[in-house]
Structures are given as C-alpha cells and as structure tokens.
C-alpha cells in the first residue's frame, strides 16, 4: 500500500517518505488501512517497507499503534454494488453531477468505519471470516425484506444468498448489526413488514435495530419501475403500526429495536417522539431521531439565548419542506415572540430532483440560489442548511459558496446543526 503523508512527530519521519509503500507486517501482507491497523496490534511489530526504487527497508517496534506512527495511507478502492434495486437512489440523477454522487458503494469496510448500509450481497465468505477474525462491528446492513425472494427482486439480483443465516453467522461470531428497511408502498410493508420485524427481532440483541425509512424518489425515473412515495394517512399508519410494535418488542427485550424514520412523521403531519423514546440513537444519521434532538438540543438553549442582546437585522433562514412545518411551529414562534428577532423561514422547492425530494441536504446551489434572488429584497443576510454544501464548499451541482456569494451581493451564513449557536453567528 502507498504512504501519502507522514506527519512529522512520527518515528520514521526522515526514514519513510510519501510514495513509499508498506509491504507487509510481521511477514503478513496489506490489504487495506483497517488491515495494517489490526496487524500491527501484536506486541512485537516488524513491517517491511519499499521506497521509491523498489529497495526494502523494514523497522521493528514494540507496543505501538497505528497512530504513534503518523501515516496516512492510499487506502484501498471502494467496492461498488453489483444490484440494481428498484428504489436505487444513484440511478434516479442526471447527468453533470460530482462524480462521487454516482459512486455506489457496497463495502463492509465503509460500513464497519462511516456506518454506511450495505446488502452484503458480494461479500465472500473469505470476507465474512475476516469480519468475524478483526472484530469489524458494528456494522449496518440494508435488509429490505426477510423472504429471499421478495429481497432478490426488490435488489435485482438472482444471486443474493439468502440473509437471515447471513445474520445469524456474523451475530453468533460477535458482530453486532444496525439494520434497515426502506419501504416501498404494496411491495415490502404490510404483512412483510411485519415478517421482516419478526424474523430481526429474533436475532436481538445480535441485530441491535431496526430503521423503517421511506422509499426516495427524484422525478428522473423514466425506464425505472412503477414506484410511489406514501400519502400522510399512509405514513400515518405505519407510525401506528411500527409504535406498537415498539411496545410489545420493549416487554420481550427490553428494547423498543423498531423505529420509524422522521421522514415519515413529517408526512403525516404527526408530532415526534420523545428524545429518551429513541434510547441510544445508534441510527440518528439514518434519519431516526435526528429532529427530536435538534429540538431537544434547542430547546436546552433557550434560556441562554433570552439573556443575550442581538443586533437588529433582517434574517432569512432557508430549509427543505421536510423541515419547515416544526421550525414554523416550534423555533420561528420563540426567535420571533420572545427574543424579537426579525427572522423569516423560508422553504425552498427542489426543482433539481422534483418535488418530492424535501430534505435540505439535497438542495442543489442553484435552486438555493433562485430562491435567494427571488427574495432578495426581504433579507438582509440569509443563512442556508448546514447540510447542504460538502467540505469544500461546493453545492451539490458543482456550484461553489463563493460564487453564490459574489452572485447574491449580500452576506451569507451556513446554519450549524445547534441553532442557537447560529442565532448567535447571525445577530451578536
């Protein structure tokens, strides 16, 4: 494996430089980063390196970890998924997207170190054995439906090896699961729903949860299969059925282990669960809980906002319609009534992916920005989603904060996810 950086507090810094590769440990070679940080665990390490020219170089050391050593590592190549499910999200984009957004990923590794879902569907058994020997748990798997046959054709794919044995043969060897669901109306909810539950619940506590999330849809669906997102009194249902379950699994294990995304709470217009309700959060990033801690979290903030003094200004905050209805109903009302403040809230219609795409984090900078100019004279300073630009500060269509800025002429913040912190960037 190739080194790309060394930091200088390393031991080997002058000794190893960036281009040189690591060969093998204690005689063993590398498959990828989390391999070298488990090899090098043993007591008594020797790794063999090669420089530029091939020529081998190798040090011992005692007691040491991967991070004393300060490398960073060419790390191994995504492996990309071989299904083609009915709902996948990558086939519903256009064409002039960051490449990474087409990328779809089906590695354990990213499961075991981002929490990404995988289907396990091309993990060898030789994958499985090294699971199981580098204890990679948890790990977050997408189940999609319990009965095989239903779960090939919902991933398109003949060859899947049927998942519950799957389950069983990593939980029995130690490997804690997050598993999922997404639904999809008249195909995997209804009495498969509850097969599914019933079968996961069976391997409590080796699968520790189970999500319940929406089917997603863009309008770019043309030659894909006849799909549909829930209406609220759908949506409504299932949050009825999924609650109940909750009860009667908590009695069992002690767990409620079932959980209903929030996505589908905002489509049936229902109010959210208590914050001690989601227990540990093992799925915020899934979309589980991740509303009722952002008002949990507000909410704790409150009375220090009250002893603040603001600078008066005229702020717009943009959000997707997902979000809107509980900062209209729980945050606008406290911002404005209490501590005066001349703040708009504003959502702001996906025309780049269609309208039923409603979450923030899928706003393009484009629509962003047209909503902006069309606003511009009810603002004097607009503050967008924290979650709608990547590290770099690009939008999702390539477009860069600093070029939305020069456009907009006026000053813009990125929302943090602690609102109160933002009222603060905003008016003090």
Known sequence: MKILEIDPASPLFGYIRPGYSILTVNGQQIQDAIDFRYKIADERVRITFADDKGRE?????????????????????????????????????????????????????????????????????????????????????????????????????????????????????????????????????????????????????????????????????????????????????????????????????????????????????????????????????????MVREFLTLFNRKRANLRKQKFQAKRAMFFTGYSAYPFLIDEVLPFLGDELGLDVSIHPVRNRFWGETVTVSGLLTGQDLLREARAKIDEFEVLVLPPNCLNQDSLFLDNLSLTQFQTVLQKPVYIGQYDLAATVKDVFI
């Open 57 to 289: 170089i190798a040090f011992k050391f005692h007691d040491v970890a991967a991070g004393d050593l300060g490398i960073t590592l060419d790390d191994h190549k995504v492996r990309t998924c071989k299904n083609d499910c009915i709902f996948c999200f990558i086939r519903q984009q256009p064409q002039g997207m960051r490449r990474v957004l087409y990328v779809k990923d089906e590695d354990y590794r990213l499961s075991f170190t981002h929490g990404n879902f995988v289907t396990l569907s091309n993990t060898t058994d030789d994958d499985i054995a090294r699971i199981i020997e580098q204890r990679l748990s948890p790990l977050y798997i997408s189940v999609h439906a319990t009965d095989d046959k239903l779960r090939r054709c919902m991933l398109k794919n003949e060859k899947l090896a049927p998942i519950i044995p799957r389950l069983r043969q990593l939980g029995e060897n130690g490997i804690s699961l997050h598993t999922q669901v997404v639904l999809c109306p008249g195909i995997n909810d209804g009495p498969q729903l509850e097969r599914t539950i019933n079968e996961l619940v069976d391997l409590y506590p080796t699968v520790e949860t189970l999500a319940v999330v929406p089917v997603g849809l863009t309008k770019y669906r043309d030659d894909l299969p006849n799909l549909r997102t829930y209406r609220a009194d759908e949506a409504s249902a299932i949050i009825d059925y999924v609650e109940g379950r909750q009860k009667e699994i908590k009695k069992a294990c002690g767990s409620r282990f079932v959980w209903a995304a929030d996505e589908f709470y905002v489509q049936a217009h229902r109010p959210f669960p208590k914050r001690s309700e989601y227990e540990a959060m093992n799925q915020f990033e899934n979309g589980i809980g």
